[in-house]
C-alpha cells in the first residue's frame, strides 16, 4: 500500500502562485499506478477532480483551472507536481493528490490512493 503525502500548500494573495508535490512517504512505492491527480474539497464537502495526468503524459483540466495550473509527473516513482498560477480566492481549499491502478478506470472509478491533503488559502 503506497502512502502519499502532499507538500507544498500554503497562503497566498490573489494573483499568486503555489507549486504542490505529491511523493509517496515511505520507501514503497506501486510500479502499477496509471494515473495520478488533484482533487480539491468543494463546499459540499465532496472532492472535485482538479487535474490529472496519465503514464502517457494525457492530461484533464477542471475547466475552473485550465491555463492557470499545470500537472506534471513521474508515475513510475509515483511522483508528481501542481503549478497553480494567478490564484483566485475561489481556489481556496484543501488539495489531495491520489493515484490510479491500472485495474481501475481513472475516467469513471475513485482512485485507490489518496495523501492527507494540504491546504491552499488564497486571500488578501
Known amino acids: 500500500q503506497v502512502q502519499l503525502a502532499e507538500s507544498g500548500g500554503g497562503s497566498v494573495p490573489p494573483g499568486g502562485s503555489l507549486n504542490l508535490s505529491c511523493a509517496p512517504s515511505?520507501?514503497?512505492?506501486?510500479?502499477?499506478?496509471?494515473?495520478m491527480g488533484w482533487y480539491r474539497q468543494a463546499p459540499d464537502n465532496k472532492r472535485r477532480l482538479v487535474a490529472r495526468?496519465?503514464?502517457?503524459?494525457?492530461?484533464t483540466y477542471a475547466d475552473s483551472v485550465k491555463g492557470r495550473f499545470t500537472i506534471s509527473g513521474d508515475l513510475a516513482k509515483n511522483t508528481m507536481s501542481l503549478y497553480m498560477n494567478n490564484l483566485e480566492p475561489k481556489d481556496t481549499s484543501v488539495y489531495y493528490c491520489?493515484?490510479?491502478?491500472?485495474?481501475?478506470?481513472?475516467?469513471?472509478?475513485?482512485?485507490?490512493?489518496w495523501g492527507q491533503g494540504t491546504q491552499v488559502t488564497v486571500s488578501s
Open positions: 491520489c493515484a490510479w491502478r491500472a485495474t481501475s478506470d481513472h475516467e469513471t472509478e475513485a482512485p485507490d490512493y
Open positions: 515511505g520507501t514503497i512505492f506501486d510500479q502499477y499506478i496509471t494515473a
Open positions: 495526468i496519465t503514464k502517457e503524459r494525457t492530461t
